[in-house]
T-cell receptor
């Protein structure tokens, strides 16, 4: 079963706008990770946020984590057409070795 | 440095056949994990190998098997293929395989189509 659930399922914005995607999960976690996937190809790791962290930045990306609400958000600022992709959040099951992915948010950035 | 590589890129098989997919991890990484991604879904965990030993297995039938070689490369084997096995198969490598501390680096995947 998939623990992470991304919202929205699809998002369409124009270049220069900000894109926000949300992820909710069910059980306690050690960390939460965000990945990007272009056109059904391999996953690219974007950012990892640990359970004791509340916010993390990487370039135009900002990730927040609220463990009390079991949710995370990914913000992409000043989006570009090249940001068009599917974005997935992934959590650990507690096993320490298996990532549990959501179904993803499909982002379309139009020029 | 080379990333995770997978072969072949695409594969078409018929029901009942078997298939072998291959993965080479990033140099220095000792852990390889396999994921299945059906169209429109997120990846699902199949196996993880570390130091040639199976560390964990997801909810997949025994038709799925894997192994890791002394050079840390890995093979995923699927027997008696079903139409539902059509998917993108992703390999990920990391130093120790512990997702609580290590980043998993994914390869480009093998697209398997079962007719």
């Amino acid at each position: 079963s998939q623990q992470g659930e991304e919202d929205p399922q699809a998002l369409s914005i124009q270049e220069g706008e900000n894109a926000t995607m949300n992820c909710s999960y069910k059980t306690s976690i050690n960390n939460l990770q965000w990945y990007r996937q272009n056109s059904g190809r391999g996953l690219v790791h974007l950012i990892l946020i640990r359970s004791n962290e509340r916010e993390k930045h990487s370039g135009r990306l900002r990730v927040t984590l609220d463990t009390s609400k079991k949710s995370s958000s990914l913000l992409i600022t000043a989006s570009r057409a090249a940001d068009t992709a599917s974005y997935f959040c992934a959590t650990d099951w507690g096993s320490g070795y298996a990532l549990n992915f959501g179904k993803g948010t499909s982002l379309l950035v139009t020029p | 440095d080379a990333g995770v590589t997978q072969s072949p890129t695409h594969l078409i098989k018929t029901r009942g056949q078997h298939v072998t997919l291959r993965c080479s991890p990033i140099s220095g990484h000792k852990s390889v994990s396999w994921y299945q991604q059906v169209l429109g879904q997120g990846p699902q965990f199949i196996f993880q190998y570390y130091e040639k030993e199976e560390r964990g297995r997801g909810n997949f039938p025994d038709r799925f098997s894997a192994r890791q070689f002394p050079n840390y490369s890995s093979e995923l084997n699927v027997n008696a293929l079903l139409l539902g096995d059509s998917a993108l198969y992703l390999c990920a490598s990391s130093l120790t395989g512990d997702i609580r501390t290590d980043t998993q680096y994914f390869g480009p995947g093998t697209r398997l189509t079962v007719l």
